[in-house]
């Protein structure tokens, strides 16, 4: 190796040759890695046909995703290109020629391994790896045995291939140092600053007055072919990026002046009767129970892991959720509920602390919400409830336990407090063993005379899709399926809520069934909104059965059963109380990868035919909004040339930004009580 390295000449080089050196390995580089892109992206567009051609530009696609991985090569090769005036002389050749041939050996490393798991990714998500990929990094126990028994074949399949490409592209690149050879500083010095330009030219492949980013290349109606359209190796580090710079996060779709934001943000019919008066807690307000009652009720929720709406034959679903069916007829269900992201921790955001979604990561992983962040738990925390978190795997996992902790949830009950566990998979315990354990959490809380709240959280319907056997009759082979494991979470729930109807705590307890997010296929429009719609259950208690048609929120549901269990807070939360009204239009606000959309009830439709037809006003990044019309029967979203108004861009603009607002601000804190400020 040394010998290949050492850059002697043994012939009169060519003028070719002369020019090029000692930049010879980085064109090669260069040659190999657009060669594999391209052919790795030929590939994709093949498999994803259907969709691809469904955009009318495939070629014009193909050659957007050059200009892509132009700006990634472009990045890669610029720290060991800035370095060439001190490296790249003759006295230090050899240095120069180890350090670049193994900066793109580790290039080619992570560029092949990224790309090669790019289609067990799409498979799952519907997208190319994003700040997901990331983020499960963080967990190796919990991701390798979900990539183990999962997909083991596409895992083995991806290490394997890395190692034979990065095998052939070693010979490829040694081949090139062989050939690279430095004559004299004059060379390097004429060809260095013309090199250097080009490369920033790639990376900033535009002559607008921002750079190019992956918005840019959101071309298409369908968010899975944009995200063809760059590689995985980009828009992983494009995340990587974005996450440092989380705290503005919302200012990607514009910026609005504080006054402005607050004053639309807060100008819903359901607020409108409430008093701001904390200019240091712009949301803070009193909201008054509708409920009258001698003794608030307990507040369980029950947070269904993927169960969305998908399932749920009633909401237009498979049917694998008979026992949600069944418990529907005596509670209140929400046949227009919609999540707010596709993601645990936005589920839980949403649900426990009524917080609305921004394109940072969810504030249960950010720093400046692991304490004096409002939730449920804080709430009723200061109303002397004992509040506590159920899950049967890790509690660490997602940050769940620090976020939890610090925000009002004095007892934390998982794996480690599962009492001989029926069945252990790869995420933990079993949702069987989970809700035995919290039946026997409830009725010991009952028996003390403590008022509780309690958060169940599922993880059986989740991959692998582990569960026991002789459960349930399968609704499909092979067992390890999505449909098989959520009849399993459905049925293990049933058997919970049959218990808790006969013990004592059952009339003193509201509970609220709710999934954090639909499963992860997403389908073909720009944001698929189909995806985010979920079930809704309050049940318990004395509740009467009723069906809510009206659009809704996941933040609604925290400030709906604080009032319908009869207790007034003290709290920041802008979500709108359902048990007060049901009737007038709704909204809803999801959040999808980079897209924002403000999603609100048609008003020029007759009543029945509202809960049928929404209107979006869709925020892209550093692009023009865009509207559009989603039919919830055919579940179509179509996209109109009508523009948006500035009143509907800053409205929506409005939504993303307050939270963005108020968690960078740390303004999302309730009180005991609310005093009005001087």
Not at 218 to 232: E, F, G, Q, R, Y
Not at 403 to 422: E, L, M
Not at 513 to 523: I, L, S, T
């Amino acid at each position: 190796m040394s010998e290949i390295l050492s850059g002697r000449a043994t012939a009169a080089p060519s003028f070719w040759l002369r020019l090029s050196s000692p930049y010879l390995l980085y064109l090669r580089f260069l040659l190999l890695a657009l060669t594999f892109l391209s052919l790795s992206r030929l590939l994709l567009f093949i498999w994803q046909w259907p969709r691809v051609e469904q955009s009318g530009a495939p070629a014009w696609l193909l050659l957007q995703g050059l200009r892509a991985d132009l700006i990634l090569l472009g990045l890669m090769l610029l720290l060991p290109l800035l370095l060439a005036p001190v490296l790249a002389i003759r006295q230090l050749h050899l240095v120069w020629q180890k350090f670049s041939f193994f900066w793109l050996m580790l290039m080619l490393m992570l560029l092949v391994f990224i790309e090669l798991s790019t289609p067990a990714f799409l498979l799952q998500y519907d997208v190319r790896p994003n700040r997901l990929y990331l983020e499960y990094l963080k967990y190796p126990k919990e991701v390798f045995a979900t990539l183990w028994y999962g997909f083991r074949l596409p895992l083995l399949a991806g290490i394997s291939g890395t190692a034979l490409l990065l095998w052939g592209a070693y010979r490829y690149l040694r081949l090139g140092a062989a050939k690279s050879h430095c004559y004299c500083n004059k060379t390097l010095w004429l060809s260095w600053p013309l090199l250097l330009l080009l490369v920033f030219v790639a990376i900033r492949s535009t002559t607008q007055h921002r750079p190019a980013n992956p918005a840019i290349f959101a071309i298409t109606p369908d968010a899975m072919v944009n995200s063809l359209v760059i590689s995985s190796p980009y828009s992983v580090l494009y995340a990587a990026y974005s996450m440092r710079h989380e705290a503005s996060s919302s200012e990607i779709y514009g910026k609005l002046p504080v006054e402005q934001m607050l004053q639309s943000a807060l100008d819903w019919p359901w607020l409108k009767g409430l008093q701001f008066h904390d200019k240091n807690l712009p949301t803070l307000h009193q909201q008054q129970a509708t409920a009258v009652r001698t003794k608030p009720l307990n507040i369980v929720i029950v947070l269904q892991e993927s169960m969305g709406a998908t399932f749920v034959q009633s909401l237009g679903g498979e049917g694998v959720t008979p026992e949600l069916e069944k418990l529907k007829q005596q509670g209140i269900w929400f046949n227009n509920m919609y999540a707010t992201g596709t993601r645990s921790v936005r589920g839980i955001e949403a649900v426990v602390a009524g917080f609305a979604p921004t394109p940072a990561q969810s504030t249960v992983k950010l720093s400046n919400s692991q304490n004096n962040f409002s939730t449920i738990a804080s709430i009723l925390k200061k109303q002397g409830y004992h509040t506590q978190f159920i899950y049967g795997g890790e509690a660490h996992f997602d940050n769940m336990r620090s976020y939890f902790t610090g925000n009002g949830f004095s007892d934390i009950v998982d794996f480690t407090r599962i009492d001989k566990p029926q069945f252990v998979g790869s995420w933990g315990a079993s949702d069987e063993d989970l809700f035995r354990t919290a039946h026997a959490q409830l009725q010991q809380l009952h028996q003390q005379g403590k008022a509780f709240f309690s958060l169940i959280f599922t993880s059986s319907n989740h991959e692998p899709f582990e569960f026991p056997d002789g459960r349930i009759s399968l609704h499909q082979e092979p067992k390890a399926q999505v449909n098989n494991a959520v009849k399993y979470a459905d049925w293990a729930m049933g058997q919970f809520f049959r218990q808790a109807m006969q013990a004592d705590y059952w009339q003193d307890t509201l509970f609220l069934v709710v999934a954090d997010h639909d499963n992860r296929v997403y389908g073909s429009n720009l944001v698929p909104v189909e995806k985010f719609q979920i079930p809704a259950l309050i049940l318990g208690a004395d509740i009467k059965p009723q069906q809510i048609n009206t659009l809704a929120s996941q933040i609604d549901l925290a400030p709906t059963i604080l009032s319908m269990a009869g207790i007034s807070a003290c709290h920041p939360l802008t979500g709108r109380d359902f048990s007060r009204d049901s009737t007038s239009p709704g909204r809803a606000l999801l959040q999808f990868d980079q897209y924002f959309a403000l999603m609100q009830q048609d008003d020029r439709q007759n009543a029945l035919q509202q809960n049928e037809q929404h209107e979006l006003v869709i925020l892209k990044p550093n692009q023009q909004a865009v509207k559009g019309h989603y039919n919830k029967t055919s579940k179509q979203l179509s996209l109109s040339t009508e523009a948006v108004s500035d009143a509907e861009k800053t409205k929506a603009l409005a939504e993303v930004q307050l939270p963005s607002y108020l968690y960078r601000e740390q303004k999302f804190q309730d009180k005991t009580a609310c005093v009005a400020s001087a």
